[in-house]
């Protein structure tokens, strides 16, 4: 059974950096892609980043380009979100998802076929 397992969320002030991560377990998977979407109350959840499990190509929502870095750690099975400068409209739960059998990020969430609980981000001074 596929599971996504974020963690590494919290509160932090404007400015800040912070990790979140997500560990990917079953399978197996033979390509996939790993994203990171965020959602903030009464908003429609948004996509984040991606990151190609085997090729690694990534892709950036506009609004995080250049703030954001995503990696991979495979022995570990482990996407990591590098978020810095935050800001405080960045506050929202931040999800993982898998699209499986593919090599291509996407940023469409009907793409990924599982996701992870959430983890809560927030950005106040």
């Known amino acids: 059974q596929v599971q996504l397992t974020e963690s590494g969320g919290g509160l932090v002030e404007p400015g800040a950096s912070l990790t979140v991560s997500c560990v990917l377990s079953?399978?197996?998977?033979?390509?996939?892609?790993l994203g990171w979407f965020r959602q903030a109350p009464g908003e429609e959840r948004e996509f984040v980043a991606a990151?190609?499990?085997?090729?690694?190509?990534?892709y950036f929502s506009d609004f995080v380009r250049g703030r954001f870095a995503i990696s991979r750690e495979n022995a570990k099975s482990t996407v990591y979100l590098h978020m810095n400068s935050l800001k405080p409209e960045d506050t929202a739960v931040y999800y993982c998802?898998?699209?499986?059998?593919?090599?291509?990020?996407?940023?469409?969430?009907?793409?990924?076929?599982?996701w992870g609980q959430g983890t809560q981000v927030s950005v106040s001074s």
């Open positions: 990151i190609s499990w085997t090729g690694g190509s990534t």
């Open positions: 079953g399978g197996p998977f033979s390509r996939y892609v």
């Open positions: 998802a898998l699209r499986d059998r593919s090599a291509l990020c996407s940023e469409y969430v009907p793409f990924y076929d599982y």
